[in-house]
T-cell receptor
Framework: DADVTQTPRNRITKTGKRIMLECSQT?????MYWYRQDPGLGLRLIYY???????NKGEISDGYSVSRQAQAKFSLSLESAIPNQTALYFC?????????????FGSGTRLTVV | GIQVEQSPPDLILQEGANSTLRCNFS?????LQWFHQNPWGQLINLFY???GTKQNGRLSATTVATERYSLLYISSSQTTDSGVYFC???????????FGQGTELSVKP
């Protein structure tokens, strides 16, 4: 099994629908992140969480919300999806306790809003 | 905010050739990392390299933090090296990563 698992892998949804993207990890990392990737724009941070009780907005949080249900689970919700939220979404984890700040990414969720 | 800039934006190589990708970053960037995104979209962490040099097989990376740049070397390139290479850094120790725009590499057989 992958260290960081994202579900679903692909999703097509209609404008105005609520949708949740899920992320779970088996690495035991405290820190989790949601990024969005658009062609030509690299990856941009949506939300991040440094532990279960900590939620922080990233650079493009408008239109999104998150929930950190447990150390291993971090979900991203689009309350009312719109077409410009069509993108590739990545979850990532990190754990600096060992002095290594390297990130591990999930395989991504390709979301299309029609 | 912090700045992370990569060059070149794209690169085409013949299989077997060597290449160097560059990442320039602003003063306050820490925790420099290199990632490879394969043609299927998967992001793989290649190096966590805040300073110094590391090697992993045909890939190596060097970060000179005092001069605010990092280099990724690919030797004897293979078609499986194709994809987009990103560098990323954070503004403070352990902070959230900010990504460069990437270098798209295509290795031709």
């Amino acid at each position: 099994d992958a260290d960081v698992t994202q579900t679903p892998r692909n999703r097509i949804t209609k404008t105005g629908k609520r949708i949740m993207l899920e992320c779970s990890q088996t690495k035991g990392h405290d820190r989790m992140y949601w990024y969005r990737q658009d062609p030509g724009l690299g990856l941009r941070l949506i939300y991040y969480s440094f532990d279960v009780k900590d939620i922080n907005k990233g650079e493009i949080s408008d239109g999104y919300s998150v929930s950190r249900q447990a150390q291993a689970k971090f979900s991203l919700s689009l309350e009312s999806a719109i077409p410009n939220q069509t993108a590739l979404y990545f979850c990532a984890t990190s754990d600096p306790k060992q002095g290594n700040y390297g990130y591990t990414f999930g395989s991504g969720t390709r979301l299309t809003v029609v | 905010g912090i700045q992370v800039e990569q060059s070149p934006p794209d690169l085409i190589l013949q299989e077997g050739a060597n290449s160097t990708l560059r990442c320039n970053f602003s003063d306050s960037v820490n925790n420099l990392q290199w990632f490879h995104q394969n043609p299927w979209g998967q992001l793989i962490n290649l190096f966590y390299i805040p300073s110094g040099t590391k090697q992993n097989g045909r890939l190596s990376a060097t970060t000179v933090a005092t001069e605010r740049y990092s280099l990724l070397y690919i030797s004897s390139s293979q078609t499986t090296d194709s994809g987009v290479y990103f560098c990323a850094g954070s503004e403070n120790q352990g902070g959230k990563l900010i990504f460069g725009q990437g270098t798209e590499l295509s290795v031709k057989p």
